[in-house]
T-cell receptor, first 117, second 114 residues
Framework: EAGVAQSPRYKIIEKRQSVAFWCNPI?????LYWYQQILGQGPKLLIQ????????DSQLPKDRFSAERLKGVDSTLKIQPAKLEDSAVYLC???????????????FGPGTRLTVL | DQQVKQNSPSLSVQEGRISILNCDYT??????FLWYKKYPAEGPTFLIS?????DKNEDGRFTVFLNKSAKHLSLHIVPSQPGDSAVYFC?????????????FGQGTILTVHP
């Protein structure tokens, strides 16, 4: 079974530029998550999709971050414009249902490391 | 507001000995707890979990203990192996409408020396 795919793996941009990340979840997984992991911290949930609908985006900085999941499969996360504090690893995860966590293990992709100069 | 805390940034143990990683939480609504393991340049992978109705869960060399009154959980690895060297994250899930949303601690870097 193929895992969660993410691209690009690394991205370096200057502040005020735009950037987009792509995620392809495990086939058949209905729930997709985007996390931000700043160096020295644990991952923080930015947005959660159930199929192509948003379940939770309470921690997404909506003035500059946007995300979409077309057709309930792939997802893109965009930052426009980027700030220095956006430097982090952006992790995508997927799970099979939104049911109980005992059956809702989240599988993570390798992440995209973003550096904003 | 750090709801899940791992106060030890790093831990070093000898191969064959026990590794004990600790985690504290403040949110009494958390009802499910997980440990994830992360190697460099990879995403976190699920290791073991425990429900708040239990105080212990075991899977091979890995055991998680939960002390609800102290809002504390720990992960025991016995015996420790060099391949266990990684960053370990404690995570918690709040029951109800936040079901499935993981709140992570800062992580503990475990180094197992041969």
């Amino acid at each position: 079974e193929a895992g969660v795919a993410q691209s690009p793996r690394y991205k370096i941009i200057e502040k005020r530029q735009s950037v987009a990340f792509w995620c392809n979840p495990i086939s058949g997984h209905a729930t997709l998550y985007w996390y931000q992991q700043i160096l020295g911290q644990g991952p923080k949930l930015l947005i959660q999709f159930q199929n192509n609908g948003v379940v939770d985006d309470s921690q997404l900085p909506k003035d500059r971050f946007s995300a979409e999941r077309l057709k309930g499969v792939d997802s893109t996360l965009k930052i426009q414009p980027a700030k220095l504090e956006d430097s982090a690893v952006y992790l995508c995860a997927s799970s099979s249902t939104r049911g109980g966590p005992s059956t809702d293990t989240q599988y993570f992709g390798p992440g995209t490391r973003l550096t904003v100069l | 507001d750090q709801q899940v805390k791992q106060n030890s940034p790093s831990l070093s143990v000898q191969e064959g000995r026990i590794s004990i990683l600790n985690c504290d939480y403040t949110n009494s609504m958390f009802d499910y707890f997980l440990w994830y393991k992360k190697y460099p340049a990879e995403g976190p992978t699920f290791l073991i979990s425990i429900s708040s109705i239990k105080d212990k869960n075991e899977d091979g060399r890995f055991t998680v203990f939960l002390n609800k009154s102290a809002k504390h959980l720990s992960l025991h690895i016995v015996p420790s192996q060099p391949g266990d060297s990684a960053v370990y994250f404690c995570a918690a899930v709040e029951g109800g409408t936040s079901y499935g949303k993981l709140t992570f601690g800062q992580g503990t870097i475990l180094t197992v020396h041969p």
